[in-house]
């Protein structure tokens, strides 16, 4: 069973701490994805990699950062986490551009900054 | 640049009745389409996909969507819903990038 995992279910913050979530598949994908999932907003890509150590910017990368020194693990790392980070945040991958390069997601992990 | 829209943001039924939801795209070239379906408490999982094809695509627990092209619509569709259909559902569309861009979901809640 294909699986990605993220790090944490919940998390709580304070505001200004630099907060690391991790993300790895089992499924030998070259990309992978994090995704905040707001009510009424849908999912909206903060960050995608298509390769080790490449990345490359969503529509909402500002005040995020990620990290892929493995192919089955991406970070996403805020660097001090504000209050308006509070939200949803998923992790997927995928195959390469190809007929079935769906996208496979995590549980999710759930931060409250505070 | 791509759009997707979700015109139904929260549909209320009861079991048994039939179920359709929308979902238009703004697109120029090639698209591949999907919704993906969220239960209470769950991931985010693949109802069904539309890569080529018959536009008529048949998924999981008895969901088929349609693809129309002339409108740049692929709605969701159920004959009869149930209570373990609750859930909220996204539509998503992919372009010539490995990027989906997803609409902004429909929460469906199924009375018994």
């Known amino acids: 069973d294909v699986k990605v995992t993220q790090s944490s279910r919940y998390l709580v913050k304070r505001t200004g701490e630099k907060v690391f979530l991790e993300c790895v598949q089992d499924m030998d994908h070259e990309n992978m994805f994090w995704y905040r999932q707001d009510p009424g907003l849908g999912l909206r890509l903060i960050y995608f990699?298509?390769?080790?150590?490449?990345?490359e910017k969503g529509d909402i990368p500002e005040g995020y950062s990620v990290s892929r020194e493995k192919k089955e693990r991406f970070s996403l790392i805020l660097e001090s986490a504000s209050t308006n980070q509070t939200s949803m945040y998923l992790c997927?991958?995928?195959?390469?551009?190809?007929?079935?390069?769906?996208?496979?997601f995590g549980p999710g992990t759930r931060l409250t900054v505070l | 640049a791509q759009s997707v829209s979700q015109h139904n943001h929260h549909v209320i039924l009861s079991e048994a009745a039939s179920l359709e939801l929308g979902c238009n795209y703004s697109?120029?070239?090639?698209?591949?389409l999907f919704w993906y379906v969220q239960y209470p408490g769950q991931h985010l999982q693949l109802l069904l996909k539309y890569f080529s094809g018959d536009p008529l695509v048949k998924g999981i627990k008895g969901f088929e969507a349609e693809f129309i092209k002339s409108k740049f619509s692929f709605n969701l569709r159920k004959p009869s819903v149930q209570w373990s259909d609750t859930a909220e559902y996204f539509c998503?569309?992919?372009?010539?990038?490995?990027?989906?861009?997803f609409g902004t979901g429909t929460r469906l809640q199924v009375f018994p």
């Open positions: 997927a991958s995928s195959h390469r551009t190809g007929a079935y390069n769906e996208q496979f």
């Open positions: 697109y120029g070239g090639t698209v591949n």
């Open positions: 998503a569309v992919k372009g010539n990038t490995d990027k989906l861009i």
């Open positions: 990699s298509y390769d080790v150590k490449m990345k």
